[in-house]
């Protein structure tokens, strides 16, 4: 479903976030791709949905030829790829079910939107999104009254309301507490499962890599240096991903021992 083929990110100034890429990941898979600040992460999610343009190298996701789509293309595979901000990217001013709307952009007509009128049966999928994430209760709660928890949940409805087949998560709990991270990757992994999308997750903590993960990526300098199931991945695995011991930052669980 997304294959990497010899594929290369070099940033104008020269930095190569990656290099030489070989990666396959099939439909349906959860994967955690893990590594130091500046290791790449954020360049291969952005790079599933065009964000970064390859410099060389293949990438096809879904059957889209990503590094030769036209503007059409390019709108064509963002509708079946849904993201999950660090930061939430909710619209403050207006409601639970507005934000969740807007997964329905894609696919509803912009006049409609503008004038707020979206068929019916958008409003199901985003009510069904909200449902799924325990939140429905919420739905006429403007964004701005929710907690840090709860305002990822909506983020996560979002992106589900758009019916994707593949999620995008940069960081998608790097602002929030220890249980609430929990809560957030349990509704990823679940909706990965019970619905099939294909869930990539950049993560910071290795506890919660390991703890969610089906499979990991290990990326250093840009360069894929480990891949394998969660529960392969051990304290030696990471410290070669890292190319340094491990510290109380690197673990949610250490650091809110702290
Ligand atoms: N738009 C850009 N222009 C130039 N250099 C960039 C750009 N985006 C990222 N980089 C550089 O590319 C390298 C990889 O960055 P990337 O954000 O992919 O890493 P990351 O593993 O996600 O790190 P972090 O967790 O800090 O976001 C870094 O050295 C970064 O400074």
Redesign the pocket.
């Known amino acids: 479903m997304i294959r990497f083929e010899q594929a290369n990110?070099t940033?104008?100034?020269g930095?190569?976030?990656?290099r030489n890429l070989d990666l396959e990941i099939a439909d349906g898979e959860f994967v955690v791709?893990v590594?130091?600040?500046?290791?790449?992460?954020?360049?291969?999610?952005?790079a599933v949905n065009g964000l970064?343009p390859l410099t060389s190298g293949n990438l096809d996701v879904n059957g889209h030829d990503v590094p030769n789509l036209d503007r059409k293309g390019r709108r064509a595979l963002r509708s079946e790829v849904g993201m999950i901000f660090q930061g939430f990217n909710l619209v403050d001013r207006t409601t639970v079910l507005n934000n969740v709307l807007m997964g329905r952009l894609h696919q509803v007509p912009t006049w409609r939107t503008l004038i707020g009128k979206y068929p019916q049966a958008d409003i199901d999928i985003a009510a069904r999104a909200l449902d799924r994430v325990e939140i429905v209760d919420r739905a006429y709660v403007r964004a701005t009254n929710l907690s840090g928890g709860q305002r990822q949940r909506v983020g996560i409805a979002r992106a589900l309301a758009q019916e994707p087949k593949i999620i995008l998560a940069?960081?998608p709990v790097a602002s929030l507490d220890p249980p609430t991270s929990h809560v957030v990757m349990k509704y990823l992994q679940q909706i990965s499962r019970e619905l099939g999308i294909t869930t990539i997750v950049?993560l910071?903590f290795l506890d919660l890599a390991t703890a969610y993960a089906d499979r990991i990526i290990g990326?250093r300098d840009?360069e894929l240096v480990f891949d394998g199931p969660g529960s392969a991945a051990d304290e030696n695995t990471f410290r070669d991903i890292y190319g340094r011991s491990l510290t109380a930052d690197d673990t949610m669980a250490k650091q809110a021992a702290l």
């Open positions: 990110v940033y104008a100034g930095v190569s976030a990656m791709i590594g130091l600040s500046g290791a790449g992460k954020s360049t291969l999610i952005r970064v940069d960081e950049n910071h990326l840009g």
